[in-house]
């Protein structure tokens, strides 16, 4: 899951407005989730950041439900491999950790590592995976051996074509069966858009849990602002519960920010370097109400920035937005960037790491 992405005004409004058409087509309105008693919490642990990874880790491990190992992605031919030899160090330190340890899985992603150069969020080898049987089969087998000795697969596929919609489900299902089977687990990052390529309702069938992106309503490419606004993300969670039973529902937040210099596009920083920005310049971070994101601007060099961060009272907010309207998990992209206290600030987490064999379907 990378940050750089994004997220149009269209496809979230069209999820956040409840999608209309679904309820009529079964013919019934779903029955209003209730809050969810307790929140759950989950994170990825990345091959960069360190040692601010490392700190989370040895901190906050206790805290989380889940830890997604980022990241294994597609080499030229095709086939999946750590995309750097940091990730199998990773895996190591995650095994190491005390028991009660979270629920481990490997991460998945679209992305290609080639001769030629990386390539983000690619839908051609999603495509070529996935468009026969047997392509599939060997897919699911490269999955299921990297995924050996962990709890399971976490699938960040993104920007699947439409073409691909009826594979990509069978293939879900058919990794939901295997990994069942041996009793791991199966998650799915999904963006906030229904078209394209990812039948969400097919997919939220066969995974355990499906986790809805909620983050870069405004990316470092568009005009500055938070990256979450609370009234969005509520209306995200809303109209995400029409379609994935609350059980199986995660919502990500993202912990970091963007910094915007006048008339250029924005760069991604952690709460860390926002904070060591904002003392630079006497300024403070304000959290804005209407958004519960934090904000500040500053004057570099003659250039005026703007800077959006996620702060620990406004995740606070959102945390308890989220178990208001029925979700019962979120997860947060990514050990290493939020404030170093933001756990605290959070409601209370609830801990439970039941196996996939253990999971009503």
Known sequence: ???RRLITGLAAGLLAAGLPGLSD????????????EQLSYGSWLVYWGEPESDA??????????EIDLFA?????????APAQPAVTANRQRLLSLPAPRPRLLITAVND????????????LCVHNALA???SRAA????????ARGLDGVDIDYERVDAADRAAFSAFIDALAQALHKRGQWLSVVLEPKTEGGIDWMAVSRAADQVKVMAYLYHSPGGEPGSMAPLGWIQGLAEGSLKIVPPSKLSVALHLGGIDWPAGEPGNSLEYSAAAALAAAHRQSIHLDAATA???FQYVDGGVAHQVWIETPEGLRDKAEILRQAGVPRVDFWRLGVGAADFWRALPVARRGTKSAAQASH
């Open 293 to 295: 994101s934090g904000t």
């Open 139 to 146: 897919h699911i087998g490269q999955l299921l051996e990297l």
């Open 25 to 36: 087509a079964l013919g019934r309105r779903p029955a209003k989730p209730r809050p969810a």
């Open 132 to 134: 026969t049987p047997e």
């Open 56 to 65: 989370d880790l040895a901190r906050d491990a206790r805290r989380l439900e």
């Open 72 to 80: 294994y992605d597609f080499d030229a031919a095709g086939q999946l």
């Open 1 to 3: 899951m990378t940050a």
């Open 112 to 123: 290609v590592e080639s001769p030629a150069g990386s390539k983000l969020k690619d839908p």
